[in-house]
């Protein structure tokens, strides 16, 4: 390991608005060719996970009153860690992310891509072109003819306008003269924001509960997972791993994939809660008393119905940290859009620069989706310290198109990248309710700190609906 400098976790740690003193406790090595692009997407991929090592170490010196531990970013780990959801196994047996309407199309003057893995974006995706009651199968042919004889923005805009998804392919200087992509431009990485006052109190909130020295820096959390794919998910995955006691909740009307859940649902658990109903509104407003932390990635403005905007939440319970994740950001008139890491490359312009004069290309990795969760528990992390020093209640936000804008724009790639990269080398195997579970070790290390979870995922949605031990 070397203690080299890296730009991009400069950048990272500065939008954090930490200690930039404690930057010289980070050491990088390993091989770097696990995420070959045009694009600096190793370099996003290292600082993302090097600023989430160090906040991790940071809040554990805090708890501890034990200096910073140093930390150790290894290349191999962190390429590895970005394709997990490409290498966890269920019994030898692997999944695709993507469905066989979730593609890219030909219409009628460029490129559109859909997003359909879900039944219910399935279905509104053929109901918007006008093929649901065809017969058999999925089907491709019919919506592929659909899209051909339709302009890339009419489609975009017909399945939005149905609750799907689908966005016409943009280049990226069409992208920056677009109104959501100047608003992208003019926003940081990330904000974080005090919304609230409130006393500094013991992490948890119940006296006793935190053990005195408490190795982990997230011993004793509790946090409320309010998530789906990627990138919340893998947030609440490394606070997991740092020993925080995480409840995923999910409505029951919206399934979820296990196979997805295998890779993401790593130390945690998974109940579902349909908050429209008066008993399960209860049950979690019993959570939300005892739990520090709150993660939201559902479209900006799904969940406010339901009295979960940071401010009510702030009333309800003082202290807490609300990190909240969109794909497009929470302004502009794409604002209340839902999205995809995959959805996001295609329209920031990200498709084009990695792609060829015939076809568009994609990110080795959902990399905007990994990045973006790092950031979101690093800045959950540094939530915990700064309210440890000085209380409050603080929001944490974070958007797909941001970090989009980061990697094409700010991050500059490093010279010298090793090809060396075996993913087998940070790989493991762990029994589960799903079988023998091959999973991605995970990329957050510092010295004296964890090295896997503590336990595997379970079966999505079966787990009770309250906090481990209560």
């Not at 047996?93 to 993507?98: E, G, H, V």
């Not at 497009?328 to 329209?347: K, N």
């Not at 023998?436 to 079966?462: F, K, Q």
Request: hydrophobic residues 45%; proline residues 7%; contains cysteine.
């Amino acid at each position: 390991m070397t203690s080299r400098k890296d730009s991009g976790t400069e950048q990272a740690w500065a939008a954090l608005g930490a200690d930039a003193s404690l930057l010289d406790r980070v050491s990088f090595g390993g091989p770097s060719g696990g995420l070959p692009a045009r694009l600096p997407v190793m370099e996003l991929a290292r600082a993302t996970v090097a600023a989430c090592s160090l906040a991790a170490a940071e809040l554990a010196s805090v708890r501890t009153g034990r200096p910073v531990p140093r930390v150790r970013v290894d290349d191999e780990a962190v390429a590895t860690a970005f394709l997990s959801d490409r290498l966890v196994r269920a019994d030898g047996q692997a999944w695709s992310a993507f469905a066989p309407l979730s593609r890219f199309w030909r219409a009628a003057d460029g490129w559109v891509r859909t997003h359909a893995n879900y039944p219910h974006h399935r279905a509104r995706l053929l109901a918007a072109l006008g093929v649901e009651g065809r017969a058999g199968g999925d089907p491709v042919d019919a919506v592929a003819q659909a899209i051909a004889g339709l302009a890339a923005l009419e489609v975009e805009q017909a399945v939005y306008a149905a609750g799907g998804l689908a966005v016409a392919a943009r280049g990226p200087e069409a992208w920056a003269r677009s109104e959501q992509g100047r608003m992208v431009a003019e926003q940081p990485l990330l904000t974080t924001a005090r919304i609230g006052d409130a006393p500094v109190r013991v992490p948890g909130g119940v006296p006793g509960r935190v053990p005195g020295g408490a190795e982990l820096p997230c011993a004793g959390l509790r946090v409320l997972d309010l998530t789906r794919v990627l990138a919340g998910p893998v947030a609440t995955r490394t606070l997991a791993l740092l020993g925080a006691d995480v409840l995923r909740i999910d409505a029951p009307q919206l399934p979820e994939s296990q196979e997805a859940h295998n890779d993401t649902g790593m130390g945690k658990r998974s109940t579902t809660l349909d908050l429209r109903r008066r008993t399960d509104r209860g049950t979690f407003e019993e959570l939300l008393e005892t739990a520090d932390v709150v993660v939201t990635g559902y479209r900006p403005g799904a969940l406010d119905r339901f009295a979960l905007t940071p401010e009510a939440l702030a009333v309800r319970r003082p202290g807490l940290v609300v990190a909240q994740l969109s794909a497009w950001g929470r302004y502009g008139p794409w604002g209340e859009r839902r999205g995809f890491d995959s959805l996001v490359q295609v329209a920031t312009g990200i498709a084009e620069l990695e792609g060829s004069p015939d076809a568009l290309g994609a990110l080795p990795a959902q990399a905007l989706d990994h990045g973006t969760g790092y950031l979101m528990a690093a800045g959950v992390l540094r939530a915990l310290t700064e309210q440890h020093r000085t209380g409050g209640t603080r929001l944490v936000r974070l958007a797909l198109t941001q970090t989009a804008h980061w990697l094409v724009h700010d991050l500059a790639p490093a010279p010298g990248a090793d090809q060396g990269f075996d993913a087998e080398n940070r790989l493991t195997e762990t029994d589960s309710p799903m079988g023998r579970l091959r999973h991605a070790l995970p990329p957050v290390a510092y010295d004296g700190g964890p090295v896997n979870w503590a336990r595997p995922p379970g079966l999505w949605g079966t787990d009770a609906p309250a906090w481990s031990g209560a």
